[in-house]
């Protein structure tokens, strides 16, 4: 469905099954507990899963979004705190391409499975607005800077190796005038200063950081001072949209199977007939398999036309996240009134999925931001 390579196919098919194997067993506990998925992602790092979009160069699979995509979908399918966990690690990775020559020990150590990445953008100062940080840096000795940040929301807080942050140039003049930075766990002035509480995707540990005055050397520089915006909307835009698309697809496949299999197994003994041999029922299970249908196609549009940019291209890649979560809003509350108690009662994991499915509408850019940047794209605005 996502026109995939026969090597394409090879890795999502390993990604299917280490995700039936190590990925699902754990998915009602993560969430239970708000638990981050240690083990999930350990099992993903040991297969050499974490270097998916690593070149091979560095030693990883040199895949590109196409194979991301379905490989997000197969993992969200199963538990969707570990896609976006697996997400966020794609997008830190693609911005360690952006400045090989700095990043190449981090580039192998993630082939390996012993890195995971992820983004510090979103500020409490601007909220959803990603690429307009509050926090400046301060020019220190020599190159290096001197990085004092308060961020909101960060994937993996406290777990990941390797935080891609951000914050405006020392000599910024405008909103959009940011520098990218890679900082380590162990950086002097690195802290997780709150807990994830979130309605759903409650294993992510989507928490707040603080980033203390921390000073950085040029090596840990990923863009040109002043020009972070550049690597934001070119190399992260595409990949989060496209991979959070591919997340809220995964939902949506599952919601569908779950409410088939509902409908299948079970009786109305009275009756002598099953849930599936009632016709409104079955109506709802054809709605949710057609817009989940039609947001993968929209999804694989994307994905084609970024393989062979054209006019069309800036429009679809605003359009991916939105779409696809939409879509599966609308396909786990489906779910929710199709299965009825069961679903209510926590039995068939459908409440879970429809908590997950609302999570990335408020995940920056936001389903209102893209709309506006949408509308504003069509009407011959800046978008920015």
Avoid at 121 to 134: I, K, L, N, Q, Y
Avoid at 337 to 351: D, I, K, W
């Amino acid at each position: 469905m996502y026109r995939l390579s026969d090597e394409q196919s090879g890795h999502v098919q390993q990604v299917a099954a280490l995700a039936d194997r190590s990925i699902a067993p754990h998915a009602a506990q993560v969430d239970r507990d708000r638990a981050f998925p240690r083990e999930s992602i350990l099992a993903m790092g040991q297969a050499g899963l974490l270097g998916l979009t690593v070149p091979s160069a560095f030693g990883g699979l040199g895949q590109g979004l196409r194979a991301a995509a379905a490989a997000l979908d197969q993992v969200a399918q199963r538990c969707s705190s570990t896609a976006m966990v697996f997400l966020m690690h794609v997008c830190g990775v693609a911005c360690y391409q952006a400045a090989p020559d700095k990043t190449a020990s981090f580039l192998r150590a993630a082939a390996r499975g012993d890195h995971l990445s992820t983004l510090a953008f979103s500020e409490p100062g601007s909220r959803s607005h990603f690429w307009a940080p509050v926090s400046r840096a301060v020019a220190a000795e020599g190159a290096a800077v001197r990085v004092n940040a308060k961020k909101s929301f960060v994937t993996s807080a406290g777990h990941a190796d390797g935080y891609v942050v951000s914050t405006l140039a020392a000599d910024a003049a405008r909103p959009i005038d940011s520098t990218i930075y890679l900082v380590l766990p162990g950086d002097p002035g690195v802290r997780v200063s709150g807990d994830w509480q979130g309605l759903g995707m409650r294993g992510n540990a989507s928490a707040p950081m603080v980033f203390d005055q921390i000073t950085l050397g040029a090596e840990r520089t990923l863009t040109t001072p002043g020009k972070g915006l550049d690597l934001m909307l070119g190399v992260v835009l595409p990949a989060f949209q496209v991979g959070a698309a591919a997340v809220a697809l995964g939902i949506a496949e599952a919601a569908v199977q779950a409410t088939t299999r509902h409908l299948t197994a079970t009786r109305f003994e009275h009756l002598h007939s099953s849930l599936a041999e009632v016709p409104t029922l079955r109506a709802r299970l054809a709605q949710m398999r057609i817009e989940t249908d039609r947001a993968r196609a929209h999804l694989v549009s994307v994905l084609d036309s970024l393989d062979s940019p054209g006019e069309a291209t800036q429009l679809l890649v605003l359009e991916a996240k939105a779409a696809a979560t939409e879509a599966a809003v609308q396909v786990t509350d489906l779910a929710m009134r199709t299965c009825g108690g069961a679903a209510f009662g926590g039995a068939l994991g459908l409440e879970r999925m429809f908590r997950d499915a609302r999570a990335p509408i408020v995940m920056a850019p936001t389903s209102d931001q893209a709309y506006d940047f949408i509308g504003r794209a069509l009407c011959g605005l800046d978008v920015f």
